[in-house]
């Protein structure tokens, strides 16, 4: 899947009992990340870090959802490690996808590979992604992990601060930048036009990079 692609629908079984994508989703942003197996160390400890920062994404309205290529009865037994060992309670569900068939969808592992109950990590290594979605269901960015990399969901929280923002202002934010921080008017956006969005004006070291303050 690529930005912009639309994120495919699909019903499965979760921990928190059977949903639709499209409907649990609704009119809300959503983060769905990806594991290449239960019981794996770096993906537990990911899964106490999302936990931990559940409020951070309540309050962006993004709904926040797993996934891992093992069955049902695997996540509940690997949700008993994953609270025991990062002091957390499980409280977004996981997706059951030991036919492999969201992650087909979702184009991160190859189209022949099927069940998962003798494929190992390793086998599944590019099965460890992040796709925020969009309340158009549409992706609006994407990450890939290598399974040793441990996901920095502060970044996370970042690109999600400034997708947002930038699909409702005309503007664009620049390198490390943060909620609050100046940014940059769209190229696409003449000074005329960018005069009567910003009567304030703009900084401009060059004719193509004006800056003014973040829209509110």
Not at 152 to 165: G, H, K
Not at 166 to 191: C, F, M, N, Y
Request: include cysteine; glycine fraction near 6%.
């Amino acid at each position: 899947m690529k930005i912009g692609d639309t994120a495919p629908d699909f019903h499965a079984e979760t921990t928190m009992g059977p949903l639709n994508f499209y409907e649990w989703v609704g009119d809300a942003w959503a983060m769905l990340f990806s594991h290449p197996k239960d019981f794996t160390p770096v993906c537990t400890t990911e899964m106490g870090a999302v936990n931990r920062l559940m409020p951070e994404f309540k309050a962006r309205g993004v709904k926040v959802i797993g996934l891992s290529v093992d069955s049902l009865d695997r996540h509940l037994a690997w949700m008993t490690d994953i609270e025991t060992t990062q002091k957390v309670s499980m409280s977004f569900p996981l997706i059951a996808d030991d036919d492999l068939a969201v992650a087909r969808a979702y184009g991160m592992i190859s189209g022949p590979a099927c069940g998962s109950g003798f494929r190992t990590a390793m086998d599944n290594q590019t099965v460890r992604n992040v796709f925020v979605i969009g309340p158009d269901k549409r992706i609006r960015f994407t990450i890939q992990y290598p399974m040793s990399t441990g996901r920095d969901f502060t970044e996370i929280l970042r690109a999600i601060d400034s997708v947002q923002l930038t699909a409702e202002h005309k503007v664009a934010t620049p390198a490390d930048w943060r909620q609050g921080e100046d940014v940059i008017i769209l190229p696409s956006i003449d000074d005329q036009t960018a005069r009567e969005m910003f009567p304030a004006g703009w900084s401009a070291p060059t004719s193509y990079l004006r800056v003014v303050p973040q829209p509110a």
